[in-house]
C-alpha cells in the first residue's frame, strides 16, 4: 500500500527557507515522479513542479522557478522540497503527491508551512 | 499558461442532482479527473481518465466529457458529499499539472 509521510509543521519568517521531506512506500520509489502542490489557507490547489526520482530531473511551474528546489534521497525513498525567500503568501499547506501514470494518485498528508515574522 | 475554470458554487437539495462543470481548451485531447476535498484533509480521487469510478466511491459519483468541457455528476447528492471539488488534467504537452479553482458544493 502506498504511503507518503510528510515532515511536521514548520513555522518561518519572512525571507527564510523551508524544506520540506516525504517518504515513501510501500512501491518501487524510483518507479514513479512525484509532484509538490500547495494549498494556500481558503484557497485551490496549485502545482509547484515535479522530480523524476529516478534520473533527479525536475520540472517546476513558471511561478517558482528559481526558488523552488526539489531533490530526492533514493537510499531512503525520500523527497524534498525546498521553498527559498518566504513571503507571507507563501502560508500553505504543501503536500507531495505521487503521480499514477500522470495524475495525482496518493498524496501525503500535508505540511503546514506559515510564513510569519 | 494553461487554465481550467470552474464554478465558484454549487447548491442542491438533498437528493437532487448536482453537476459541476470545468472547462479547458485542451480537454477534448486530454483526460479530466475529479477530487473531493473535505475540511482539513487531503483531496480523494472520485473520478479519473473523464468517467472511471476508482473502487469505493459511490455510484452516485460520474463523470463525462465533451468538447472543452468536463462534467462531474452526483446523483443523489447526499449531505456527506459536502465539499469542495477539483477538476485536474494536464496541458496539452502533458508535462504540466493543472488544477481547476475548484467548486464549493453545498448540499442543504
Known amino acids: 500500500q502506498v504511503q507518503l509521510v510528510q515532515s511536521g509543521a514548520e513555522v518561518k519568517k519572512p525571507g527564510a527557507s523551508v524544506k520540506v521531506s516525504c517518504k515513501a512506500s510501500?512501491?518501487?520509489?524510483?518507479?514513479?515522479?512525484m509532484h509538490w502542490v500547495r494549498q494556500a489557507p481558503g484557497q485551490g490547489l496549485e502545482w509547484m513542479g515535479w522530480?523524476?526520482?529516478?534520473?533527479?530531473?525536475?520540472n517546476y511551474a513558471q511561478k517558482f522557478q528559481g526558488r523552488v528546489t526539489m531533490t530526492r534521497d533514493t537510499s531512503i525513498s525520500t523527497a524534498y522540497m525546498e521553498l527559498s525567500r518566504l513571503r507571507s503568501d507563501d502560508t500553505a499547506v504543501y503536500y507531495c503527491v505521487h503521480d499514477s501514470s500522470g495524475y495525482p494518485g496518493y498524496w501525503g498528508q500535508g505540511t503546514l508551512v506559515t510564513v510569519s515574522s | 499558461s494553461y487554465e481550467l475554470t470552474q464554478p465558484p458554487s454549487v447548491s442542491v437539495s438533498p437528493g437532487q442532482t448536482a453537476r459541476i462543470t470545468c472547462s479547458g481548451d485542451?480537454?477534448?485531447?486530454?483526460?479530466a479527473y475529479w477530487y473531493q476535498q473535505k475540511s482539513g484533509q487531503a483531496p480523494v480521487l472520485v473520478i479519473y481518465?473523464?468517467?472511471k469510478r476508482p473502487s469505493g466511491i459511490p455510484e452516485r459519483f460520474s463523470g463525462s466529457s465533451s468538447g472543452t468541457m468536463a462534467t462531474l455528476t452526483i446523483s443523489g447528492a447526499q449531505v456527506e458529499d459536502e465539499a469542495d471539488y477539483y477538476c485536474y488534467s494536464t496541458d496539452s504537452s502533458g508535462n504540466l499539472w493543472v488544477f481547476g479553482g475548484g467548486t464549493k458544493l453545498t448540499v442543504l
Open positions: 510501500g512501491y518501487t520509489f524510483t518507479g514513479y515522479y
Open positions: 522530480i523524476n526520482p529516478n534520473s533527479g530531473g525536475t
Open positions: 481518465e473523464d468517467s
Open positions: 485542451a480537454l477534448p485531447k486530454k483526460y
